[in-house]
């Protein structure tokens, strides 16, 4: 079909009748022809004026017979349409109403070629105008421009009449700048919408709504970076705040529900540490979650455990610098739980009413133990205190923290029994090594502890272990205070020299008798470092009288170990007798001495006097009378390893 057909049959499709009046300037006269349309048929008929048919498809075949200087007149029920110009310039006007809606083109037409239009085209069903290409149908298509009656203005691409990239300026000052969905004017693919109040949409649109992955900077500077899902933020996403206090949140990072924060999330400050992990219902942070509280006046607070609308409610640990409580907590440490000092190693444990312990409860150390009445973390009421390394309590009584008991408070501690002891025992010498003295340091210690002792156990040590195991051994004693009873047993080679008692590690050395002092340990030394237990009774036990492997060198030494002197409250008990030396023999795996000496120690209802002369009776039985055991006291009261 050729381009004046595709003028009555495409432009103006709904012609049912119309006039061709075409002016020459070569000829003045006006031909005046009239088509017919049939529409069943989809054909039409031509005639003049004068009623000759007239051949349209001659007139488009040879443009000439126009003339240079030509205008074209077509006019229908619904349309008009005139056409001025030339071969190679054509302008056109353009009117039709179509169900009421009147469109108006102005602007180049190409009659003899495409038959394209391009112009300006105002349609009053938007109030607007257009000016851009149309295709065949009259729909816009191609580059063009809209401005709508309202003042808003698209430019872009069109397709089938409906952008499908571009730029839409609103008249509310809004801009969209993006791509459209096909076949209707609504946002969507990649696109930026920035509205006039301040907020800029960067990303994804589907149906004119955010959908999918973008970016909102909001007015204020804040700004949410994530997936979307119909205009609302849903699932992951960042969301940041421009301004914050040093320690206020910065950014969140978690999981959105139609717009509001549900499901797992993190609030960190803006050094990144977190301030929240866990649980968050509608915005709120409620379930299970870690905070972390700080300020620039007070220590940072940890509460791990449940949340309800930002405050920890219910099961919780809380921490701070110097306390940790784990329990029941709404709106402070309110219900049962434990509270501990972390600095004073001290806790209670109890129903807490705003923080402090109500009622009874217990109060711990590593001192002692309280049981009974607390008001306001403070002893109140009957009680019962418990001392480590004692096996019974003793009742107490108090008020708002004062003791008001009978007994005086120096006398109730008086009878906390604590116990520790250091045990020692070398085999692995290199000259005369032993047999027995291990096996007796393993038996004294399980031995020593189940009467209550705490044991620091050592074997086959060398100087530099013996020296460090003595350091812990005076610090341990300082740390149980004044009341402490304390005993060092030593099962091993030794040597008196000039009166004094050499105790040897399992390296030592010795040419002479100057290196004794260097290379052993002096025995003084044992009763200088249980000096700070002022109050509480020493024990030494020494089963370290056997066969000096030293004699070659030290002329002047004797055998066995000399008597020692010591302050008041200690005793001190030798495997024999001054000078004399102990043997090395055993009975069931322990010597003689070590093996009574425990037997003794275990039978109820004997004071330590007692045990030892009983260990000494049978040790002078088992050597018969070759080795006596001996001790040197000055134990003021009665000390029992076990009471009845």
């Not at 180049?108 to 112009?119: A, I, K």
């Amino acid at each position: 079909m050729h381009s004046l057909q595709r003028l009555l049959y495409c432009s103006l499709c709904s012609i049912l009748f119309l006039s061709l009046l075409v002016h020459s300037e070569n000829d003045e006269s006006i031909y005046k022809i009239t088509c017919l349309d049939n529409i069943e048929t989809s054909s039409y008929k031509c005639i003049d004026a004068n009623g000759i048919d007239i051949d349209i498809e001659l007139i488009d075949s040879d443009p000439s017979k126009l003339g240079n200087a030509w205008s074209i007149s077509v006019q229908s029920e619904d349309s008009s349409i005139t056409i001025t110009g030339s071969k190679e310039i054509q302008t056109a006007i353009l009117s039709k109403t179509v169900e009421g809606v009147i469109s108006v083109y102005e602007g180049n037409y190409d009659l003899f070629n495409s038959g394209s239009w391009v112009g300006k085209i105002t349609i009053n069903r938007n109030g607007g105008t257009y000016l851009g290409t149309v295709d065949e149908n009259d729909r816009m298509s191609g580059f063009g421009s809209f401005t709508y009656q309202d003042g808003s203005f698209f430019d872009g691409e069109y397709l089938n009449g409906f952008p499908i990239k571009g730029k839409y300026i609103k008249a509310s000052g809004d801009v969209y700048e993006g791509e459209f969905q096909a076949g209707s004017s609504k946002y969507s693919g990649y696109g930026q919408y920035s509205f006039s109040s301040g907020h800029t949409y960067k990303g994804n649109f589907s149906s004119g709504l955010y959908n999918g992955f973008g970016e909102m900077i909001y007015p204020n500077g804040d700004s949410y970076s994530g997936t979307w899902k119909d205009g609302n933020r849903h699932g992951l996403g960042t969301y940041t705040w421009k301004k914050s206090l040093p320690l206020q949140d910065k950014y969140f990072i978690g999981t959105y529900e139609s717009g509001a924060i549900n499901g797992v999330g993190v609030y960190l400050r803006e050094d990144y540490t977190p301030s929240y992990i866990g649980d968050i219902l509608d915005g709120e942070k409620t379930g299970k979650g870690a905070q972390n509280l700080r300020s620039n006046d007070e220590e940072p607070i940890m509460f791990w455990g449940a949340f309800q609308k930002g405050i920890s409610q219910g099961m919780t640990e809380m921490i701070t610098d110097n306390y940790f409580y784990q329990g029941h907590w709404s709106k402070g440490a309110n219900g049962y739980g434990t509270t501990r000092n972390l600095k004073a190693d001290a806790s209670w444990t109890g129903t807490h009413i705003n923080g402090s312990v109500q009622g009874q409860g217990t109060y711990k150390t590593d001192e002692y133990t309280y049981e009974g009445g607390l008001k306001n973390g403070l002893f109140h009421g009957d009680g019962k205190v418990l001392y480590t390394g004692q096996k019974e309590p003793i009742f107490v009584k108090y008020t708002d923290g004062t003791y008001t008991g009978e007994l005086q408070l120096e006398e109730l501690k008086s009878l906390g029994d604590k116990r520790i002891a250091l045990v020692i025992g070398n085999d692995e010498y290199q000259s005369r090594p032993l047999a027995n003295a291990v096996n007796d340091a393993i038996g004294m210690k399980t031995t020593l502890e189940r009467l209550g002792f705490e044991v620091i156990f050592r074997e086959n040590v060398t100087q530099s272990s013996f020296i460090s195991a003595l350091f812990e051994f005076g610090k341990r004693i300082s740390s149980l205070g004044p009341n402490t009873t304390s005993l060092f047993y030593y099962a091993g080679h030794a040597v008196q020299v000039d009166g004094a008692n050499y105790l040897n590690p399992v390296d030592t050395k010795i040419r002479n008798k100057s290196d004794l002092e260097i290379n052993s340990i002096n025995a003084r030394r044992i009763l200088s470092e249980m000096a700070s237990n002022q109050s509480g009774t020493k024990i030494i036990i020494l089963d370290a009288c056997r066969s000096n492997p030293f004699n070659s060198f030290v002329r002047s030494s004797v055998s066995g170990l000399a008597q020692m002197t010591a302050s008041t409250g200690t005793i001190i008990s030798y495997a024999t007798a001054p000078g004399q030396e102990a043997l090395d023999s055993n009975v069931n795996g322990n010597s003689f001495y070590t093996g009574s000496l425990m037997r003794a120690m275990n039978t109820p209802g004997l004071t330590i006097e007692q045990v030892f002369k009983q260990t000494r009776q049978d040790v002078v039985s088992l050597s018969n009378g070759i080795q006596v055991p001996w001790e040197s006291s000055s134990l003021l009261g009665d000390f029992y390893f076990l009471k009845d």
